[in-house]
């Protein structure tokens, strides 16, 4: 459904992006990941038709978007990071305004934006001035705005950046929702965000393309192995002692803490969170906390970052 | 069609939705008032004047005339103040929606910088017209107590209508150039200003220069609209202004957009 092929981009001097190439299917959610300044936005405002590339091809419904964008912005909706809102407006005077650029016939129009405001659940702020409105709302509006006249691409840029847990839950359970009838691409600079709505993931670093794959191979990819925390009172080398003869353990590190009890972080091939619990208590010892740990965005790039360079 | 017409309609309710179009236009129509008081006063006091001439000498009092003495300067008048209002007009036209990244939302929408452009002209014309409007109510008063010709109002209209499309067209351009609008608003004021004052210069320069100053200065263009005639190669100079600022802002949008 959407290709590209080396995108790269300068502004002046300052090469934004990089020889970017990924592929997203019908129905497919992708997300682009990366830090701040990798290039997320500069990919999307591309695909989007917003400006051209200085150099290679995308197609988005087999449309090529330097072409034929005229044709590529039909067919896509586009939330960029900060939601184009005209904030004098009611958000139906706005989504009316939108629903005539995007051309849609003024019979259809009325049903167009009724749709997309249950599909938000912005009813009952439609008659209200855009400005009045909480951030969440007006993320929501925007929403609404690239969903207006059902686009087969959605295009997403930062969609939950800026709101409170709640409302990142509510925009989230939304995107979910257009699986399978839209084609999306999504960026985020938060990987659990990314694993719970995307199929696949593109990381970007610095412009490039550093990995792409699924939320799930790319951490075990990543992580190799497991990391386990414990906070456990007892003695320090009997402990580690009775750590090292579980099998796949491949590096146990301690540091005592007040009151006798001890940090302990171990690394291994596999989960073994049961065999160090039964471990520590067979030993006497009292277990106090033990969890596994979850990879952050920062591990993920630091490794791949890392990997890059050594190869 | 229905894109210009959006865009129009849109940019024409939002000069509605903030307090600015209340503020211009009730300075607009003040300052209006106030000259065509000054205007209007100028005459009676004159034709006064000339009264108590006549009883003096006793010989009949002559009739002076409106057109000339009232209709015909009130109309400079406001082409006086439409020079300093229209930059505020058009200030906001592109830079606000630079600002506010709203320019993200039309260039991904299937319109083109073309009906954008068109739809945002037209609506600061229409928003001029408005202004215009009470003003035009000033004058059927002098229907209402003379009889002056209607020709030179209509024509006097005209000609406003027209120069004020040039200074939007050109204002309008500025806007392109700029996401702030006090720029844009200072950038259309001193551009209007200097197009206005150009042809002073003309008596200065020599024969060939002096034309071409004359020719581009915008206000000598008016007088023969102020004075009740309609002269096609005066009509043609406006259009060609306003294709021209329609032309560069175009140029501005398309630009941008590579350069981003």
């Not at chain 1, 629903?99 to 003024?106: E, H, S």
């Not at chain 1, 610095?206 to 990819?221: F, H, I, K, S, W």
């Not at chain 1, 456990?232 to 540091?255: M, N, P, Q, T, Y």
């Amino acid at each position: 459904m959407i290709h590209v092929e080396g995108l790269t981009r300068f502004y002046g001097e300052k090469r934004a992006i990089s020889d970017i190439t990924f592929h997203v299917n019908k129905g497919e959610i992708l997300g682009l990941l990366g830090p701040n300044a990798a290039g997320k936005t500069t990919t999307m405002r591309i695909l989007t038709c917003y400006m051209p590339p200085t150099s290679g091809r995308a197609t988005i419904g087999g449309y090529d978007i330097f072409e034929q964008s005229m044709d590529v912005r039909r067919i896509t909706g586009y939330l960029p990071e900060n939601p184009p809102l005209y904030t004098e407006f009611t958000v139906s005077d706005y989504l009316g305004f939108v629903a005539k650029i995007k051309g849609v016939p003024a019979d259809r129009r009325k049903n167009a934006i009724d749709s997309v405001i249950e599909k938000t659940n912005i009813g009952d702020v439609r008659g209200r001035i855009i400005a009045k409105l909480s951030k969440g709302y007006k993320q929501r509006v925007g929403l609404a705005q690239a969903l207006l006249n059902n686009p087969q691409i959605v295009i997403l840029d930062e969609p939950t950046v800026g709101l409170d847990p709640k409302q990142i839950i509510e925009i989230r359970e939304l995107i979910k929702n257009l699986r399978g009838e839209h084609t999306v691409i999504l960026s985020s600079h938060i990987l659990p965000e990314i694993e719970q709505t995307c199929e696949r993931v593109v990381i970007i670093n610095q412009g490039r393309v550093v990995a792409e794959d699924t939320p799930e191979n790319l951490t075990a990819r990543l992580a190799g192995g497991e990391r386990i925390l414990l906070t456990v009172a007892g003695d320090e080398e009997k402990w580690r002692r009775a750590a090292e003869k579980v099998e796949g353990v491949r590096g146990v590190e301690i540091v005592p803490a007040d009151g006798g009890l001890l940090n302990i972080k171990v690394e291994s091939e596999r989960d073994i969170r049961t065999e160090l619990a039964r471990l520590t208590v067979t030993n006497d010892m009292d277990l106090l906390e033990l969890k596994k740990e979850t990879f952050t965005l920062e591990d993920i790039f630091l490794h791949l970052i890392t990997k890059e360079e050594a190869a | 069609m229905q894109a210009i017409n959006a865009i129009f309609s849109k940019e024409f309710k939002s000069y509605f939705y903030s307090p600015t179009a209340y503020i211009i236009l009730a300075l607009f129509t003040a300052l209006g008032g106030v000259f065509f008081y000054l205007t209007v006063s100028g005459f009676v006091q004159a034709s006064f004047m000339d009264q108590m001439r006549a009883a003096q000498y006793r010989m009949a009092p002559q009739t002076l005339n409106v057109n000339l003495m009232v209709i015909r300067p009130y109309f400079y008048n406001l082409a006086l103040i439409s020079l300093f209002i229209l930059p505020t007009i058009t200030m906001r036209l592109y830079a606000e929606e630079k600002r506010t990244g709203t320019v993200e939302l039309l260039y991904t929408t299937p319109i083109s910088p073309a009906q954008i452009i068109t739809g945002k002209f037209l609506a600061a014309l229409l928003f001029y017209v408005v202004l215009l409007l009470p003003t035009m109510l000033f004058q059927a008063l002098l229907f209402v107590y003379g009889s002056p010709e209607i020709w030179p109002v209509i024509s006097g209209y005209a000609g406003l209508i027209l120069m004020g499309a040039a200074y939007i067209s050109m204002g309008l351009f500025i806007s392109t150039t700029t996401e702030n609008q006090m720029i844009a608003a200072i950038g259309g004021f001193g551009m209007s200003l200097l197009l206005w004052v150009v042809g002073w210069g003309a008596q200065f320069a020599g024969p060939f220069i002096g034309d071409i100053l004359n020719y581009i200065s915008i206000i000598n263009h008016f007088e023969d609209f102020a004075q009740g005639v309609i002269d096609t190669s005066h009509v043609a100079y406006y259009i060609l202004f306003v294709s021209l600022g329609i032309y560069f802002s175009l140029k501005t949008v398309e630009s941008v957009k590579w350069r981003a």
